[in-house]
């Protein structure tokens, strides 16, 4: 089965404060990918991130970084030094099309307030 | 982004009557889904296109048809709306399986 859980619901944080968000993935599949995707209050789905299973490298743009750890099945999000703008809506997600499906599997989100 | 257009935007219709949502992308990617958002439930998939006329379910398609007879197009279409599919439905393209999906904007749907 594969699965995405997003189990923090709601965080709020102060402006300047670092915050991760998690995400635990389920699959069966030895190639598989993680997205995550931002929800700002607009309502529009932007895209932040694609890894595949074979990348456990971290990667940072600028205030954003992505911790991939295949041995927790973990694809956390941090954000350095939150500003206002950053809240939002974050959703991970994760497809395996070598499963013969081409779906998208989303988590339930993870809904952040940046407190100025 | 995949220029992906979403129409109507709103809507508001009565129980039982047939409701379609279209969906319009301009880089013709072979992928195409239909989510819907609803709170603590995230964004569920309702249908999903791999290539034109080659669809399959998602996990709550009960109730939701879809066609896809252009690779540009893809249609959800409500049979008989119930209140339970009040809902903000978003749609969904991407170049292969392996790459990321872009989104429209969402449409709002509200069946009284």
């Known amino acids: ?116 | 982004d995949a220029g992906i257009t979403q129409s109507p935007r709103h809507k508001v219709t009565e129980t039982g009557t047939p409701v379609t949502l279209r969906c319009h992308q301009t880089e013709n990617h072979r992928y195409m889904y239909w989510y819907r958002q609803d709170p603590g439930h995230g964004l569920r998939l309702i249908h999903y296109s791999y290539g034109v006329k080659d669809t399959d379910k998602g996990e709550v398609s009960d109730g939701y048809s879809v066609s896809r007879s252009k690779t540009e197009d893809f249609l959800l279409t409500l049979e008989s709306a119930t209140s339970s599919q009040t809902s903000v439905y978003f749609c969904a393209a991407a170049r292969d399986s392996n790459t990321e999906a872009f989104f429209g904007q969402g449409t709002r749907l509200t069946v009284v």
């Open chain 1, 1 to 116: 089965a594969q699965k995405v859980t997003q189990a923090q619901t709601e965080i709020s944080v102060v402006e300047k404060e670092d915050v991760t968000l998690d995400c635990v993935y389920e699959t069966r599949d030895t190639t598989y990918y993680l997205f995550w995707y931002k929800q700002p209050p607009s309502g529009e789905l932007v895209f932040l991130i694609r890894r595949n299973s074979f990348d456990e490298q971290n990667e940072i743009s600028g205030r954003y970084s992505w911790n991939f750890q295949k041995s927790t099945s973990s694809f956390n999000f941090t954000i350095t030094a939150s500003q206002v703008v950053d809240s939002a809506v974050y959703f991970c997600a994760l497809s395996n099309p070598d499963s013969g499906t081409y779906k998208y599997i989303f988590g339930t989100g993870t809904r952040l307030k940046v407190l100025a």
